[in-house]
């Protein structure tokens, strides 16, 4: 079992930053891709971004390209989510995930399956104001 643990969600103004993290407990964090997904008021989850479990490949949305910066430290079993130049439309759930059995490319598949395998956070707000 992995447990994750979302945290740094808030409240900032557009055009602001906030910085995500997401703590893994319960296993070796190393072989797991990792991912944030989003989920606004009304609308279905989507993915958002995603890392492989050595850090060296990255894969974004095209809503948060060159705003949204991911990055992990498997010493302290950790992923971070850097979100910059944040719109009002970015406000939603963003939940962590994580998974052994999917690469960081496809990791947009977890959205349409249940796996014991699959590992989801419970989520943390982040609300931008216009």
């Known amino acids: 079992q992995v447990q994750l643990v979302e945290s740094g969600g808030g409240l900032v103004q557009a055009g602001g930053s906030l910085r995500l993290s997401c703590a893994a407990s319960?296993?070796?964090?190393?072989?797991?891709?990792m991912g944030w997904f989003r989920q606004a008021a009304g609308k279905e989850r989507e993915f958002v971004v995603a890392?492989?479990?050595?850090?060296?490949?990255?894969y974004y949305a095209d809503s948060v390209k060159s705003r949204f910066t991911i990055s992990r430290d498997n010493a302290k079993n950790t992923v971070y989510l850097q979100m910059n130049s944040l719109k009002p439309e970015d406000t939603a759930v963003y939940y962590c995930?994580?998974?052994?059995?999917?690469?960081?490319?496809?990791?947009?598949?977890?959205?349409?399956?249940?796996?014991?395998?699959?590992?989801w956070g419970q989520g943390t707000q982040v609300t931008v104001s216009s």
């Open positions: 319960g296993r070796t964090f190393s072989g797991y891709a």
């Open positions: 890392i492989s479990w050595s850090g060296g490949s990255t």
């Open positions: 995930a994580a998974s052994r059995t999917i690469t960081a490319q496809a990791m947009g598949v977890m959205l349409g399956r249940d796996k014991d395998d699959d590992y």
